[in-house]
T-cell receptor
Framework: GDSVTQMEGPVTLSEEAFLTINCTYTATGYPSLFWYVQYPGEGLQLLLKATKADDKGSNKGFEATYRKETTSFHLEKGSVQVSDSAVYFCALSDPTGGSYIPTFGRGTSLIVHP | DVKVTQSSRYLVKRTGEKVFLECVQDMDHENMFWYRQDPGLGLRLIYFSYDVKMKEKGDIPEGYSVSREKKERFSLILESASTNQTSMYLC???????????FGSGTRLTVV
């Protein structure tokens, strides 16, 4: 079945550092890929998405490129802020079977220090 | 601003009680979902619904039921709460097709 693997956290960075959170996936079809962010005490928010190979999703300075050849969708940001401290979830939605129910990774905690 | 609203942020219930968690969305989305989130286990799908009065089991439906009498409202019911149902419960909705979810803020349920 489909699966999403994220790097384990926590990832700890200083403000203005470069961020990469790795995400790889396995899927039977041609999935769409998503990143969600969860701030402390809140639900998840959609951060960005990509629906086909080589698409780049971007939002709030974050970006991720759908790499079919490496089955990856790594999240990057050039300069993190303390306010980016949160848990980040990679997810895929595979239309095979028509359900589109997403498969989520386990989440990666990001801690940014001033 | 579009939103998914969960009726309670924090809830404490006793073992054996019947518990209702309510979720309302204002986006006219066809699909609604209930997840629970536990440390180390990630998000697990409990139930979902594609349309009014329709429901489908997710990965962990045991001990739960749902109700969707109106398009905008999706209720999760714990028939007889148990301590292992202590968790964060997240409601989400989505348009049909390849779209992202909109999540509510979550209900942290403690069963004592």
């Amino acid at each position: 079945g489909d699966s999403v693997t994220q790097m384990e956290g926590p990832v700890t960075l200083s403000e203005e550092a470069f961020l990469t959170i790795n995400c790889t996936y396995t899927a039977t079809g041609y999935p769409s890929l998503f990143w969600y962010v969860q701030y402390p005490g809140e639900g998840l928010q959609l951060l960005l998405k990509a629906t086909k190979a080589d698409d780049k999703g971007s939002n709030k300075g974050f970006e991720a490129t759908y790499r079919k050849e490496t089955t990856s969708f790594h999240l990057e940001k050039g300069s993190v802020q303390v306010s980016d401290s949160a848990v980040y979830f990679c997810a895929l939605s595979d239309p095979t079977g028509g359900s589109y129910i997403p498969t989520f990774g386990r989440g990666t905690s990001l801690i940014v220090h001033p | 601003d579009v939103k998914v609203t969960q009726s309670s942020r924090y809830l404490v219930k006793r073992t054996g009680e019947k518990v209702f968690l309510e979720c309302v969305q204002d986006m006219d989305h066809e699909n609604m979902f209930w997840y629970r989130q536990d440390p180390g286990l990630g998000l697990r799908l409990i139930y979902f619904s594609y349309d009014v009065k329709m429901k489908e089991k997710g990965d962990i439906p045991e001990g739960y039921s749902v109700s969707r009498e109106k398009k905008e409202r999706f209720s999760l019911i714990l028939e007889s709460a148990s301590t292992n149902q202590t968790s964060m419960y997240l409601c989400a909705s989505r348009k049909t097709g390849v779209y992202g979810y909109t999540f509510g803020s979550g209900t942290r349920l403690t069963v004592v």
